[in-house]
């Protein structure tokens, strides 16, 4: 069983950097591949970015291409999500999420594909 815990997050504005962090326990890192979603008020929850178990493939949504990167260091059981230029339209709750990766190789599609989430974190950029 996995648990993961968000840290980061909070009120920034509009043109700054924020760095999101996951730690995932219970379970071996570099076995799972890992993702960030966020929900924004009144919309559905949207995958943002997303890296494979070994670091080797990575996905982002278009509407972050350039501004974002996610990174993983499975020595220490973490993901990360620097997030750059942010817009006020990145406003929203960031989730991490994990499942299963045998092959260290997949990566997340939708929110479906997860098996396991963190609490969420508050993202707020003013404009």
């Known amino acids: 069983q996995a648990q993961l815990v968000e840290s980061g997050g909070g009120l920034v504005q509009a043109g700054d950097s924020m760095r999101l962090s996951c730690t995932i326990s219970?379970?071996?890192?570099?076995?799972?591949?890992m993702a960030w979603f966020r929900r924004a008020p009144g919309k559905e929850r949207e995958l943002v970015a997303t890296?494979?178990?070994?670091?080797?493939?990575?996905l982002y949504a278009d509407s972050v291409k350039g501004r974002f990167a996610i990174s993983r260091d499975n020595a220490k059981s973490s993901m990360s999500l620097q997030m750059n230029s942010l817009k006020p339209e990145d406003t929203a709750i960031y989730y991490c999420?994990?499942?299963?990766?045998?092959?260290?190789?997949?990566?997340?599609?939708?929110?479906?594909?997860?098996?396991?989430w963190g609490q969420g974190t508050q993202v707020t950029v003013s404009s």
């Open positions: 999420a994990a499942r299963r990766d045998l092959s260290g190789t997949y990566i997340f599609r939708g929110a479906t594909d997860a098996a396991y």
């Open positions: 219970g379970v071996s890192s570099h076995t799972y591949a």
């Open positions: 890296i494979s178990g070994f670091g080797v493939r990575l």
